[in-house]
């Protein structure tokens, strides 16, 4: 295994513990709203990227981020501000993250492509892939960009996004 398939089993393992912590957030917050059954599904879906790469986190022997705490915090924090500024904001959330991910887990698929002995794990990564763009089709379909200050939001959330993803493939 290569030192960059350690980093993505790494980085991709911080990025699905963080998800699964942004929809506890939102859950927190609008669990009793007619919102609370679309977000279980994105957080029932995040819970099952975790456990994947929680798997092979400890099957590959590869150290997990040191800043599992800060993403657990930050995580739901981000989920719970911005499911208290409104539904709409905290599709915004997810618009915003899933977005992310998507570059993400894409730059990851297309670096791993000639690598024949990580064909398992392109796959997973494209299959999850393939559900965070169904979460982010959630988001817009209820009304994130009919947020306030949606641009800057997004902007906001998926800078966040991009410097946890390159603390998180280093520490
Ligand atoms: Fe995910
Ligand atoms: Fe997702």
């Not at 980085?11 to 709203?33: C, F, K, M, P, S």
């Not at 040191?66 to 719970?80: K, Q």
């Amino acid at each position: 295994m290569t030192d960059q398939v350690k980093k993505f089993i790494r980085v991709d393992h911080a990025g699905e513990y963080g998800a699964e912590r942004i929809y506890a957030g939102q859950l927190a917050v609008l669990g009793r709203t007619r919102h609370a059954e679309t977000l279980r599904h994105m957080k029932d879906q995040e819970e099952v990227h975790l456990k994947t790469f929680s798997q092979l986190i400890t099957e590959r022997r590869v150290r997990p981020t040191v800043l599992l705490p800060l993403w657990n915090i930050a995580g739901f924090a981000l989920g719970a501000v911005t499911a208290a500024m409104g539904p709409r904001a905290a599709m915004a959330c997810t618009v915003a993250v899933e977005e992310t991910i998507d570059e993400h887990y894409r730059a990851q698929e297309e670096a791993l492509e000639l690598d024949e002995t990580e064909i398992p794990l392109r796959d997973t990564i494209a299959k999850f892939r393939a559900e965070e763009l169904e979460h982010r089709d959630i988001g817009l379909a209820n009304e994130a960009e009919k947020t306030f200050g949606y641009r800057i939001l997004t902007r906001i959330i998926k800078t966040g996004c991009k410097a946890a993803i390159k603390i998180s493939e280093q520490i």
